[in-house]
């Protein structure tokens, strides 16, 4: 009578199973690159508020207009990751009132995973020549009654309007400054409204 030979051949292939397993890379690295927004139309009207991609956020205080220009400056997270997006404005439609149908158009991004948008972050920033849409990162804050002062900051981006993109610039006259009781009030006011039951 022969002996049946299963169990080493069954060991071996748990062998080359867990083999396998310990190679394969974790799943952190399988995920691709960050995706990009560049080019992306966003919407915006009285009704539906801004339409922004479904993964990212903004604040009211993470936007900036440039004066004499059809740009804005955003700091805004998407898939976790904070980003700043200098965008064109234009106004689509004017409906009833004063309000109007927009439609924006990011035309430069920087990706800032290691940096928290609204906190290390910032746009709410001027120049020494009074200029809105510098934004520091690295960002560190001093209190000053009930604001917030920028005490530091590893740098900052300005807004090259001829070339419409961004690019690095020195701290030298950069001042910030933030309001944490109008941030948490424009932040309730976005939340929806709860119906009653």
């Not at 508020?49 to 604040?59: R, Y």
Request: glycine share 8%; net charge positive; with cysteine.
């Amino acid at each position: 009578m022969k002996r049946r030979r299963t169990a080493p051949t069954l060991d071996l292939a748990v062998w080359v199973i867990v083999a396998g397993l310990l190679a394969a890379p974790p799943p952190s690295a399988a995920t691709g690159p960050v995706p990009s927004y560049l080019g992306r139309p966003i919407y915006s009207d009285p009704v539906n508020g801004l339409q922004l991609p479904p993964t990212c956020v903004i604040e009211p205080d993470w936007r900036a207009r440039l004066s004499g220009a059809d740009l804005e400056v955003w700091v805004l997270s998407c898939d976790s990751v904070a980003r700043v997006w200098l965008v064109t404005r234009q106004i689509v439609e004017m409906l009833a009132g004063r309000g109007a149908r927009l439609r924006f158009e990011v035309v430069d991004e920087r990706t800032l995973p290691d940096e928290t948008a609204g906190e290390s972050l910032s746009v709410q920033c001027t120049s020494a020549d009074d200029d809105y849409g510098r934004v520091v990162r690295g960002a560190r804050w001093r209190s000053a009654g009930r604001e917030l002062r920028l005490a530091g900051a590893l740098g900052a981006l300005r807004v090259d309007v001829a070339h419409r993109r961004l690019v690095d610039t020195d701290l030298a006259g950069v001042d910030c400054v933030r309001f944490p009781d109008r941030e948490a009030m424009m932040r309730k006011l976005q939340q929806p409204e709860r119906s009653p039951r």
